[in-house]
């Protein structure tokens, strides 16, 4: 299993726009030096909190201070773009990154985003699924001639095939509606699933493998659980009232916010006690300790019914930055080894040695007595030498 984040990034208003924008950079150098596999950056135009206007942008910095991590768009807002013009950045970015690049895929979360470039909510999910269509299709080399309400091509093609061979990873997002099982199946890509960890996301993850393994066979794809990737909200500290006590700090405006973005926002509740004592009911989020997040993953891969190839910890300001950074380490430390099986060996060599008893004590105490003894045998068989006996 993979492990990276879903960064949208939820900054609450009334701090400074550029340090917040450095944090996240920051975060993604740390996740680097860390040993997570990926990032997923977001794109909105507004409501304040969701920052990054541009996730290619911000993905070509992040790329020139981080050596292993892979950083995708999480996601692309398709009917916002001219898909000719979004697949040619997303193959530039490609060669720039040499091949580090993923292309995330989505409608579009806020309604203001669209209304603001006159395109009505209803039509989203549509203008994303042949925009996608369009995108594919140009990766994949074919000259596209497409008349739809959102975009017009005319024998457009890619001037540059992508770095990656045959192309980077393409993952489409996908919360309870059909559209993103039924968007992965039909064009052989992967899935974000962003609302994994609510009990109704829970639910349907099994609802919707099975949907795109179905669509997939019917477009001539294999639905591969490998592209498949789930999301979900988590704060660790060394115990649970820490982890508590710690999102205190902005879980209520990050609750507030949410009341105006969806219908129903991930965590319910006017204060943070209320939130908190919510979500020990819901368990919508993980907020305690390595073992709680170890718990929550082990639920996700018995509810997909078969397994997924990457958890993504849905970014989020709950907490202060110091104790934000401390929940990634104690997340990289103990949860990331436990399910990628680097912390059997070392157990199991320990144990072998702790469980000889004193074997090893006594066989290293009787080498240095013999050492020893050895040492005052040699000294007592050389013959021994006055001082005027030397030539």
């Not at 004193?358 to 007592?380: C, L, M, P, T, Y």
Request: charged residues 20%.
């Amino acid at each position: 299993m993979r492990f990276g984040n879903f960064m949208a990034p939820f900054h609450p208003t009334g701090q400074n726009p550029t340090l917040a924008l450095e944090r996240d950079l920051d975060l993604i150098v740390a996740m680097d030096h860390l040993g997570f596999d990926e990032a997923w950056v977001g794109e909105h135009h507004s409501a304040g909190f969701e920052i990054i206007a541009s996730p290619e942008v911000f993905i070509g910095v992040a790329a020139e201070r981080t050596k292993h991590l892979r950083l995708g768009t999480g996601v692309s807002s398709l009917p916002y773009h001219n898909p000719l013009m979004l697949a040619d950045r997303m193959v530039l970015l490609d060669h720039l990154t040499r091949g580090r690049v993923m292309l995330g895929c989505g409608p579009g979360q806020l309604t203001s985003d669209a209304h603001m470039l006159g395109i009505p909510a209803d039509e989203q999910r549509p203008r994303m699924e042949q925009c996608l269509d369009a995108i594919v299709r140009l990766l994949r080399g074919e000259t596209v001639t497409m008349h739809t309400d959102g975009f017009t091509l005319q024998d457009a093609r890619l001037q540059l095939r992508p770095y990656s061979r045959p192309c980077f990873d393409i993952a489409v997002a996908a919360s309870f509606s059909p559209t993103g099982p039924r968007g992965a199946g039909r064009h052989g890509i992967g899935m974000l699933s962003i609302a994994a960890t609510a009990r109704q996301g829970m639910d349907l993850l099994a609802q919707h493998w099975n949907t795109w393994e179905e669509v997939a066979a019917q477009n001539g794809h294999v639905a591969d659980r490998s592209k498949w990737r789930l999301v979900g909200p988590m704060h660790l500290a060394e115990t649970r009232e820490q982890a508590e006590r710690d999102v205190e700090y902005g879980i209520a405006e990050f609750s507030d916010y949410f009341t105006h973005i969806l219908p129903a926002g991930p965590v319910q509740g006017g204060t943070p006690a209320e939130i908190i004592a919510n979500n020990r009911e819901t368990g919508f989020a993980v907020i305690g300790t390595p073992d709680d997040a170890i718990a929550k993953i082990e639920e996700l891969v018995e509810a997909s019914n078969g397994g997924f190839g990457a958890f993504l910890l849905f970014d989020h300001d709950w907490a202060p930055p110091a104790a934000k950074l401390r929940s990634y380490e104690l997340f990289a430390q103990y949860v990331i080894p436990h399910f990628t099986g680097q912390l059997g060996g070392p157990i199991a060599s320990r144990d072998w040695v702790t469980g000889s008893g004193r074997s090893f004590v006594d066989q290293a105490a009787h080498a240095i007595g013999k050492a020893i003894d050895d040492h005052a045998a040699e000294q007592q068989a050389a013959p021994s030498q006055r001082p005027d006996d030397r030539g």
